[in-house]
């Protein structure tokens, strides 16, 4: 058994750079591009606006569960922590092992080829194959195509791994600058929405007739744009004076995303009509292009990619402390815990989770993947936010600066909406959600063996070979 590990990462993320990971991790592609789906989906502007409201006031109350487990554990991992807090370490392990294999890295490699194909716009080469893999590893079994564009993705990834390397705070004044160029990008194509585009010539709605399947389905289009606010607890540990920073940015930054959200909505929808919109796929470049022509819609790829950006860098930053709390406590392999002596960095986590994410970019399988984990991951997701409630029962003693607003409703309603989503999900697809249920559950047997390597001691923060 080797001694604990002695280094320690270093508190040098700001309230700023707090708040730029949730806002910057979450604000990716989606707003582009998901009021598309929405209003095929619900029919009326106003039916996409209350499933936007909706949408962000249940992001907000995970958001303000998260708030105070991040403020009574501001440890690595995040998610990791609570559910090892509130249910035992098995559970803090698979959210681990979900997250390492599955469902950070998926989202890793979806945001690096999204930026290569925005790229493609103005470099329509990177679309190009430049190898024929002759083995059924492709679609449908056919041989697997390696696009010029992937090489291109995969650098990104490793030059971001690179620059987290270097130091949490190099990273984190990453995530402010290019966090904030996106806002002011955003807020241009806003401004031109509201202030310079002639609103459109009335034209009849969708006749899409408003569903509960209809609005629920909407309502996944848009948590997916919402999804990454708790990327930050996975950071906790890095934040200084954690037990009021960690709180401000998980409600002021999803705060300040629901605001963006909406006003974007409000300027496509007074440019172009609900038919136009349904008939948009990427709906900000399409209002764009008739306000500035071709110009404009160039815009709208350029201020993709800057989005797309921040989000790899956040993810990256922040997904990177999932795999190495788990080694820490001897859940993982041992190097996975090692922080770096000079930059204070879980760089070898940082490098093997880029890695393997830069794999899943390679194969082009990491869409499968992220739809077969996103049944599974909710209930993780349900899970932690209803920690919020195990932990006030299991553990009243324990130290809590921030206190959830609106406790026991607010984490029970997010809860509850989980629970329908998990229960819609696999009844509509129940293949992809068990074949979800089996990846997570392929990490068991590694869970009886580092638990075993690990039972000799009860140390908290020792790491067994």
């Not at 090892?84 to 979900?98: D, I, K, V």
């Not at 195509?145 to 971001?160: K, S």
């Not at 093997?352 to 049944?375: E, K, M």
């Not at 609106?406 to 074949?435: K, N, Q």
Request: glycine letters at 10%; a positive charge; zero cysteines.
């Amino acid at each position: 058994m080797k001694p604990a590990f002695r280094i320690e990462l270093k508190r040098d993320l700001g309230p700023w750079a707090a708040a730029s990971i949730v806002i910057g991790t979450v604000i990716g592609s989606g707003i582009f591009l998901v009021p598309h789906d929405m209003i095929l989906r619900v029919g009326t502007p106003g039916w996409v606006f209350v499933v936007w409201i909706f949408g962000g006031l249940l992001t907000l109350a995970g958001a303000l569960s998260y708030a105070e487990l991040a403020a009574a554990i501001p440890e690595a991992g995040g998610e990791y922590a609570y559910l090892r807090e509130a249910y035992g370490p098995l559970w803090g392990f698979l959210y681990s092992w979900t997250q390492m294999w599955v469902a950070k890295s998926g989202s890793i490699a979806t945001l690096a080829t999204g930026f290569f194909y925005y790229l493609a716009n103005f470099f329509p080469a990177l679309d190009g194959v430049f190898y024929r893999l002759p083995l059924p590893l492709g679609p449908h079994g056919a041989p697997l195509d390696l696009h010029w564009g992937q090489l291109l993705a995969i650098g990104l990834i490793a030059a971001l791994a690179w620059l987290n390397y270097f130091g949490v705070k190099l990273g984190g004044d990453v995530q402010v600058a290019v966090t904030t160029v996106k806002v002011v990008l955003i807020a241009g194509i806003v401004v031109a929405g509201l202030g310079f585009g002639s609103p459109h010539a009335a034209a009849p709605v969708s006749a899409v007739p408003l569903t509960a399947a209809g609005f629920f389905a909407a309502l996944v289009a848009a948590l997916w744009a919402y999804d990454g606010w708790n990327n930050v607890a996975m950071v906790a540990s890095e934040v200084r004076d954690p037990q009021r920073n960690l709180p401000r940015a998980l409600i002021g930054g999803t705060l300040a995303v629901i605001a963006i959200y909406l006003l974007a909505n409000a300027a496509y929808f007074r440019v172009l009509s609900p038919v136009e919109v349904g008939a948009s796929p990427r709906v900000a470049g399409e209002m764009m292009r008739r306000i500035l022509g071709a110009a404009g819609a160039g815009g709208v790829s350029i201020a993709a990619m800057i989005s797309i950006f921040a989000a790899l860098n956040g993810s990256i930053l922040t997904g990177s402390r999932v795999p190495y709390a788990a080694a820490r406590q001897g859940y993982f392999f041992r190097a996975i815990a090692r922080v770096d002596e000079k930059h204070r960095t879980p760089g070898v986590s940082i490098l093997a989770l880029s890695a393997w994410s830069a794999l899943l970019v390679l194969s082009g399988s990491y869409r499968q993947l992220f739809t077969y984990v996103i049944f599974a991951s909710w209930i993780l997701y349900g899970m932690a936010t209803a920690a919020v409630i195990v932990l006030r029962i299991k553990r009243p003693d324990l130290p809590r600066p921030y206190r959830t607003f609106g406790y026991p409703v607010v984490p029970i309603l997010f809860v509850l909406v989980a629970g329908v989503f998990i229960i819609s999900t696999l009844w509509d697809s129940p293949r992809e959600s068990i074949m979800g249920i089996a990846l997570i559950l392929l990490g068991l047997p590694f869970y009886a063996y580092w638990s075993h390597r690990r039972s000799g001691s009860a140390i908290e923060g020792t790491a067994v070979e």
